[in-house]
């Protein structure tokens, strides 16, 4: 069965710092998604970005990008110019390709900036 | 915008008394499903519906049902809330097997959930 470990119940940063959010699975399958989604606290779930695992170049959207690493089963997500608005519960998901299945989400990291 | 919608936001019943949560969505996605997220948890999926067909997952309660009467609208029944009932339950969609969708082909799009307290 597949796993996703989010090893950092919580991280802080300081604003406009960086700040790298760790996310590793299990799979035996060679391609499925990955997900990074953002909780912000009594707010709706958001997706921040996603990652063919066919595809080997990093996903990046804006400030968000993704350090992918298939071999070592590793989704990483980097935060850069962290914003007070970025301060959210971040999931790390998995799903199958093609799969009617549900998204395995990891236990989520809680993320605080500082001002 | 398209969106998915959750109604109530907020919800308390009381302890037995059964309970209908409501999902729309004008995204015209053919899956749709439904979580449960307790405080300070991952969500959990209860069950989905792709298209007409019902896919429930096998740790779900009987005490909970779905219905999708068309495309757009999907229903959470409980039958009779516990306590532990109590939890935030999220209803999200996805466009399975469509290419050039925004944000792609199974990603899956969430509601703003809906707060339910069991008294």
């Known amino acids: 069965a597949q796993t996703v470990t989010q090893s950092q119940p919580e991280m802080s940063v300081q604003e406009a710092e960086t700040v790298t959010l760790s996310c590793t699975y299990d799979t035996s399958e060679s391609d499925y998604y990955l997900f990074w989604y953002k909780q912000p606290p009594s707010r709706q779930m958001i997706l921040v970005i996603r990652q063919e695992a066919y595809k080997q170049q990093n996903a990046t959207e804006n400030r968000f990008s993704v350090n992918f690493q298939k071999a070592a089963k590793s989704f990483s997500l980097k935060i850069s110019d962290s914003q007070l608005g970025d301060a959210a519960m971040y999931f790390c998901?998995?799903?199958?390709?093609?799969?009617?299945?549900?998204?395995?989400f990891g236990k989520g990291t809680k993320l605080s900036v500082k001002p | 915008d398209a969106m998915v919608i959750q109604n109530p936001r907020y919800q308390v019943t009381q302890f037995g008394k059964p309970v209908t949560l409501s999902c729309s969505q004008t995204?015209?996605?053919?899956?749709m499903y439904w979580y449960q997220q307790k405080s300070s948890q991952a969500p959990k999926l209860l069950f989905h519906y792709y298209d007409k067909d019902f896919n429930n997952e096998a740790d779900t309660p009987d005490n909970f049902q779905s219905r999708r009467p068309n495309t757009s609208f999907c229903f959470l029944d409980i039958r009779s809330p516990g306590l532990g009932d109590a939890a935030m339950y999220l209803c999200?969609?996805?466009?399975?097997?469509?290419?050039?969708?925004?944000?792609?082909?199974?990603?899956?799009?969430f509601g703003p959930g809906t707060r339910l307290t069991v008294l």
């Open positions: 999200a969609t996805s466009r399975d097997g469509t290419s050039g969708t925004p944000g792609g082909p199974d990603t899956q799009y």
């Open positions: 998901a998995y799903r199958r390709l093609g799969s009617q299945g549900n998204l395995i």
């Open positions: 995204l015209n996605h053919n899956v």
